[in-house]
Each structure stands twice: as structure tokens, then as C-alpha cells.
């Protein structure tokens, strides 16, 4: 059984060309369904970057024919995008993917959890389940192992580890959002991942603020009551089209006596900026703008990629012992044959001397079998080795065929040549 | 026996004083050899007073370098209740360079010495001594953490692009540790006192320089309560109030006790 990959990523296509070729749930699950037909294993890994089947089948041509079929039919101009990968080189890949070292940021953490819920849904064997089994391990020992997930990927997660600088856990912490726009949003779902409340969202137009404060469970509160609301909460992010500051420092200083020596994060990521530079001189204060947060981003991303390279260490160790695993399955058959074979023989010329062995009390007897026994493990425990080195090197076939050929195995008389 | 423990004490607290000098540098290694290094050299300092209290008929650390053996102890013990987690191995920075020197002090005055005695109750000198010496090993972890709040507050107003590269406590856990710290210290302080006030009383001795400020210590900690807690100070403003606290301790510590044990 081989195990082929097909797929494309961000390294190969276009968002538009991955958007047709994406896959939810149920249609990864029916086109696994498909590509498994008659005994096979399929796998199908869906994200917004990338598009990957992994599939286990006897002919690997075959099967890799009828996984870019399968994709091609979603997209046809999807083929030249493709990548296609077999055995050790889809295993391998699969590792990476699973480390976070193939994403379009280094060591991001939500491509792992896609990668268990793709195992979960898909068709597995004992190619596949060992496969993504391994991948999952790999991905959690790069994970443990280095610092590769620990800074933040994006301006609105640097802000949020920003706020974790100032107040440690964020639980219950309160959150203002000025701007009811996407970027607002995405920085409130952030700080709300780590347990921050959203108290109020403030915006120009009332219906947008009511919107977003409905679905973020928050206060829509109009731009005039900034300084008011600025007494209650620990986090300002703001991101308006205003020409000018919606928040001046004089508004905030103002602020500052009642909120009794308590720290205030402000975030500015709007262009051109909302909140006054001056904040940032206020004691207690901390303004960060967009500019702040990508110098912080990219500092983050020279440790990711340095930590990547421990990483691509670790991914490849773990990938070396799936190889030895896979390769050694070619010789696993030849192997029981072999030992099946060596049993055989020693029960049958017990048999043989069992006239002689009745003699023998029960204590004696056992103590033959044992002996015996022991004679075979011997002598077989070196060819087994070695035919298990063989296979990691790639050998594995002909040496398994060698041992066939010269211990007559699979033969139809095991009496034809070795009890004489 | 007790010279024989002093020494791997002092290697202790030496390397980790290196060791967190090191993780500033590079995190991760030398911060973890510098917090063995703290547990080896407080344990190795704990039978070291183990061994002068064995060996002496009462309490051995009622001289001033036997006091400052207890109390380079008793910081270190404070120290280890936080600077074993990994955010806080850069206290360890202010706390055990100060430890380890405090230690050579403590020696070359005498403190690691046994079969001293004093003419006061045993527990009058537990009573007055370990709770001033316990109360100022709180003050030096509150000092410690205030200045790593100060460092880290720096860096934040600085704007640093590589503020999320080293773990620090965030700056709201600091303040509130600090001030719980003080919060705990403050009151072994007013007890340690109120023991040595009535002493002196009975005795009918005069008040001499060292009493002097530590009142003016006493009352700059509860100052820093009292803005803390009623007058809403917290902050940067809060952390220079620790600090120059600690230089009061400090004084008292060092600069004074020729007159108080003379």
C-alpha cells in the first residue's frame, strides 16, 4: 500500500483559485468516502490556505489519477497548482503541516487542530491512522519543544499579548471598542479569546455600534461619551476613518483621577490615527499605534523563524522514525513467514523424537520446549534485525524476497527441504 | 562545620546572581541553573543556621552580622516563594547579587560564627528580631518587585518592538504582589517594634539612632499603605515609594548597627 498526497496551498495558488477549491466538512467527508471506495484510506485536509487528499492505495499512480480527478473537478485550472507527493515525501509534508512550518505564518497553532479534526472525518487505515497519529505527535513535540507558537502572528494578537503585559490575565478585563469596523472586531474576538469583556463600543453611526456591541454582548455608547466610559475600562482599541483624534489627552487625563492609579492600554490601529500621541505621556498610560504593533510583529516573526529551524529538526527526526515504521512494513510479512516457518519445524521434530521425550517427566519436557524455543529466537533475531535495517534503507524488498526464496517460504510443503 | 556550609552558600547564590545576569542575555538555561542555584544555596544556608542554632545555647543571630546571616536567609526564602516561576527569574537579578553580597558581609562581621551569646531572653530576640528581620526581607521583595516594575514599565512607555520576547509579569501582578508583600510585612514590623519598645522601657535604655529610622521606615511602609489603599496611589509613583523605603532598610541594615549593638 502506497500513500500518495495531492493538494495545493498558498505556495501554489491564488486565494480566488484555493476558494473554489476549498471543501467544508460534509464535502470532505463525501469525497473521502469516494477516494476510500474498495478498501482504500483517504484523508482530506480543507483550510483557507491550502487543499490537500491524502490517499492509501495499492497502485499509487492510480490512486494519485483519481485524488487530481477528484480535485479537478471542483476546479479544472486547480491541476497546474497542484503538488503531488508519495510515501516518505507526503509523510514528511504532512509533519511540516502539522508543526505549523508550512503556514503562511511559521508555527501558527490552529493548522494542528485542523489536522486532528481532517483525521477524525476521514476514511483511516493503518497507513493513514499511523500517518496523522504521527503528524499529530510531531506537531505537539514542536509546539512543547520550542518557542515557535508563543509570539503573537498578527497586529491584533500583538495587542492582545500587549494587554496580557499590562493586567496578566485579561479575565474579566474591561475592553472599550471605538470604531464598529472589521479590524475592531477582529482585535475584540482576539481579547475576548483570552477572557476580556467588552464593555462598550463606541461609533459615529449609532446603528453600526449597536450592531457590533449586540454581537459582542456589549454597551453601544455614541463618540461624545468617550471620556465618560474611559473611567470603567482597562483597554481602548480604537480604528475609525476619522480625519482627526476622537480621544485627545486632555480627555483621558481627565479621566485618570477616577480611575485610581489602574493601568490603561490604548490601542490606535487606525490610519490616519484616532487617539492623541500624548496619551502615551500620561502616567499609567500606554499608547501603542499600528506602526508599534508590526515593529513588534516582525521582531516576533525573526524569533518564529529561528525557532522554526529547531522545529524542522524536530519534524524531521519524527518523520526518519515513521519512514523506518512504513518501510519496515515490506518486510514484516517475510519476516512471520520466516518465524511461522522456524515454529513449524520445531513442533514437528518434537513430534519426531517424541518417543524418545516420553521417557521424559513433565519438568523435562518443558525444559526441552523452552530450549528449543530459545535455539529458534537465537538464530533468528539477527536476520530479523537486519532485515529491519534493510527495509529503513530501502533494501527491505530484496532482502525480503532473498529470505523467501531461501527459507522456501510460501511454498506449499514446509517438509520439502528443511527436515532432511 | 558551619565555616564548611558557608562557603557552597555563597557558590550558590554567586552562580545564580550570575546565572540571571546570564538569562538577560539569553533566556532559558542560565535562568534555570540560576534558580537551582537559589534552592541548593538556601538549603545549603538552612543547615548552616541549622548548625549555629544546634551548637549555641539560645539565639545565635542576635548579633549584627548573626543578624544579617537571618536575614540574607530569610530574603532568600521570600524570594523563592515567586522567583522559581519563570516570569519572576529576572528578580532574581536585584534579590541574590544582594544575598550574595550580603553573605560575605554577614561573615566578615562575624555571623557565621557559634557560641555567641546575648544577655537578652531567647524569646524576647526571636520575638524582636525575626519579626523586624522577617518584616525586611518582605520590604526587599517588594523593593525587588518594584523595580522590576519600574524596568518594565520603561520598556512599555519605550514602546520596545521586542517587549513580548522576554517573560516578565505583567505590570498589574507586580503592583498588586508588591503591595500584598508590604501588606504582610508591615504588620511583623509594628510587632517586631512593639516587642523591642517595651524592652526598652523596662530596661530604661535611651532610644538610639537605629530606632530612629526604623520608625522613619515604619513610617514610609505605612505611608505607602495608606496612599495605596486609601488615596488610590499605584504605579510608578507606588514603586518609588517601595524603593525608597528599601533605602531606609538599607541604612538600617548597614549603615547603622554600631549604635543599636553596641
Known amino acids: 500500500m502506497q500513500l500518495v498526497l495531492v493538494g495545493t496551498s498558498h505556495h501554489r495558488a491564488s486565494l480566488e483559485l484555493r476558494e473554489r477549491v476549498a471543501l467544508d466538512s460534509e464535502q470532505g467527508a463525501a469525497l473521502t468516502a469516494r477516494l476510500a471506495e474498495g478498501g482504500g484510506e483517504a484523508v482530506c485536509l480543507s483550510t483557507c490556505n491550502r487543499t490537500e487528499l491524502y490517499v492509501v492505495g495499492r497502485d499509487a499512480d492510480a490512486t494519485?489519477?483519481?485524488?487530481?480527478?477528484?480535485?479537478?473537478?471542483?476546479?479544472?485550472?486547480?491541476?497546474?497548482?497542484?503538488?503531488?507527493?508519495?510515501?516518505?515525501?507526503?509523510?514528511?509534508?504532512?509533519?511540516r503541516v502539522a508543526a505549523g512550518l508550512d503556514s503562511l505564518v511559521p508555527g501558527e497553532g490552529e493548522i494542528l487542530g485542523q489536522v486532528r479534526v481532517a483525521y477524525e472525518a476521514g476514511v483511516t487505515g493503518a497507513l493513514l491512522d499511523r500517518v496523522f497519529r504521527h503528524?499529530?505527535?510531531?506537531?505537539?513535540?514542536?509546539?512543547?519543544?520550542?518557542?515557535?507558537?508563543?509570539s503573537p502572528a498578527s497586529v491584533s494578537s500583538a495587542a492582545a499579548a500587549l494587554a496580557e503585559q499590562v493586567f496578566g490575565d485579561?479575565?474579566?478585563?474591561?475592553?472599550?471598542?471605538?470604531?464598529?469596523?472589521?479590524?475592531?472586531?477582529?482585535?475584540?474576538?482576539?481579547?475576548?479569546?483570552?477572557?476580556?469583556?467588552?464593555?462598550?463600543?463606541?461609533n459615529r453611526t449609532a446603528e453600526r455600534a449597536e450592531e457590533l456591541a449586540r454581537r459582542l454582548g456589549a454597551e453601544p455608547i455614541p463618540l461624545d461619551r468617550l471620556a465618560e466610559a474611559l473611567t470603567g475600562v482597562d483597554v481602548v482599541v480604537s480604528s475609525t476613518s476619522a480625519p482627526g483624534f476622537v480621544l485627545e489627552a486632555a480627555s483621558v487625563e481627565g479621566a485618570l483621577g477616577q480611575r485610581r492609579g489602574r493601568q490603561l492600554l490604548l490601542v490606535d490601529l487606525a490610519?490616519?490615527?484616532?487617539?492623541?500621541?500624548?496619551?502615551?505621556?500620561?502616567?499609567?498610560?500606554?499608547?501603542?499605534?499600528?506602526?508599534?504593533?508590526?515593529?513588534?510583529?516582525?521582531?516576533?516573526?525573526?524569533?518564529?523563524?529561528?525557532?522554526?529551524?529547531?522545529?524542522?529538526?524536530?519534524?524531521?527526526?519524527?518523520?526518519?522514525?515513521?519512514?523506518?515504521?512504513?518501510?519496515?512494513?515490506?518486510?514484516?510479512?517475510?519476516?512471520?513467514?520466516?518465524?511461522?516457518?522456524?515454529?513449524?519445524?520445531?513442533?514437528?521434530?518434537?513430534?519426531?523424537?517424541?518417543?524418545?521425550?516420553g521417557r521424559l517427566d513433565d519438568s523435562q519436557r518443558r525444559a526441552v520446549e523452552s530450549i528449543t524455543t530459545q535455539i529458534v529466537n537465537k538464530l533468528l533475531h539477527l536476520p530479523t534485525v537486519r532485515m529491519k535495517q534493510a527495509a529503513a534503507a530501502a533494501d527491505g524488498v530484496v532482502y525480503a524476497e532473498t529470505v523467501r526464496h531461501l527459507f522456501g517460504l510460501g511454498e506449499d510443503s514446509p517438509e520439502g527441504g528443511f527436515d532432511r | 562545620m558551619a565555616e564548611l556550609l558557608f562557603w557552597p552558600?555563597?557558590?550558590?547564590?554567586?552562580?545564580?546572581a550570575v546565572g540571571y545576569l546570564g538569562e538577560v542575555r539569553r533566556p532559558g538555561l542560565p535562568g534555570r541553573a540560576a534558580t537551582w542555584g537559589v534552592r541548593l544555596g538556601w538549603l545549603t544556608q538552612t543547615a548552616l543556621l541549622g548548625v549555629q542554632a544546634a551548637r549555641d545555647d539560645g539565639f545565635p543571630w542576635s548579633t549584627w552580622a548573626g543578624s544579617l546571616n537571618l536575614f540574607v536567609w530569610l530574603v532568600v526564602s521570600a524570594y523563592l516563594i515567586w522567583g522559581c516561576r519563570r516570569p519572576y527569574r529576572l528578580l532574581g537579578l536585584t534579590v541574590m547579587p544582594l544575598a550574595a553580597v550580603l553573605l560575605v558581609v554577614a561573615r566578615a562581621g562575624g555571623g557565621i560564627a557559634v557560641g555567641t551569646r546575648s544577655h537578652y531572653s531567647n524569646l524576647f530576640l526571636v520575638l524582636h528580631v525575626g519579626l523586624v528581620l522577617a518584616a525586611f526581607a518582605g520590604f526587599t521583595l517588594a523593593a525587588a518587585l518594584s523595580a522590576l516594575y519600574l524596568w518594565q514599565e520603561r520598556r512599555l512607555k519605550q514602546r520596545a518592538a521586542t517587549i513580548l520576547r522576554r517573560p516578565v509579569p505583567a505590570l498589574a501582578t507586580l503592583d498588586a504582589l508588591a503591595l500584598r508583600t508590604i501588606a504582610w510585612s508591615l504588620p511583623a514590623l509594628t510587632l517586631g517594634l512593639a516587642v523591642g519598645a517595651i524592652r526598652l522601657v523596662a530596661?530604661?535604655?535611651?532610644?538610639?539612632?537605629?530606632?530612629?529610622?526604623?520608625?522613619?521606615?515604619?513610617?514610609?511602609?505605612?505611608?505607602?499603605?495608606?496612599?495605596?489603599?486609601?488615596?488610590?496611589?499605584?504605579?510608578?509613583?507606588?514603586?518609588?515609594?517601595?524603593?525608597?523605603?528599601?533605602?531606609?532598610?538599607?541604612?538600617?541594615?548597614i549603615a547603622l548597627p554600631a549604635t543599636h549593638f553596641a
Open chain 1, 64 to 95: 494519485e489519477r483519481a485524488a487530481v480527478a477528484a480535485l479537478a473537478e471542483l476546479e479544472p485550472e486547480v491541476e497546474s497548482a497542484l503538488y503531488r507527493l508519495r510515501d516518505h515525501a507526503a509523510a514528511l509534508h504532512l509533519f
Open chain 1, 135 to 150: 503528524a499529530l505527535h510531531a506537531g505537539r513535540k514542536v509546539r512543547a519543544q520550542t518557542a515557535i507558537g508563543e
Open chain 1, 170 to 202: 485579561l479575565e474579566g478585563r474591561a475592553v472599550m471598542l471605538v470604531g464598529a469596523g472589521a479590524i475592531s472586531e477582529q482585535a475584540a474576538r482576539n481579547l475576548i479569546s483570552r477572557q476580556a469583556r467588552i464593555a462598550f463600543v463606541a
Open chain 1, 271 to 357: 490610519v490616519p490615527r484616532d487617539l492623541d500621541p500624548a496619551i502615551h505621556d500620561l502616567d499609567g498610560c500606554y499608547l501603542y499605534d499600528i506602526d508599534d504593533l508590526e515593529a513588534i510583529v516582525s521582531e516576533t516573526l525573526v524569533g518564529r523563524r529561528r525557532e522554526a529551524e529547531r522545529a524542522e529538526t524536530i519534524v524531521s527526526a519524527e518523520a526518519e522514525k515513521f519512514h523506518e515504521w512504513h518501510a519496515g512494513l515490506d518486510v514484516v510479512p517475510a519476516i512471520a513467514s520466516l518465524r511461522a516457518r522456524a515454529e513449524e519445524i520445531r513442533e514437528a521434530e518434537l513430534r519426531k523424537a517424541d518417543a524418545l521425550l
Open chain 2, 203 to 253: 530596661d530604661g535604655d535611651r532610644v538610639d539612632a537605629l530606632v530612629v529610622v526604623t520608625i522613619a521606615t515604619w513610617l514610609v511602609w505605612a505611608a505607602y499603605l495608606v496612599l495605596r489603599l486609601a488615596a488610590g496611589w499605584a504605579g510608578r509613583r507606588a514603586a518609588y515609594l517601595a524603593l525608597a523605603g528599601f533605602a531606609l532598610v538599607i541604612v538600617v541594615r
Open chain 2, 9 to 16: 552558600a555563597l557558590v550558590f547564590y554567586g552562580e545564580a
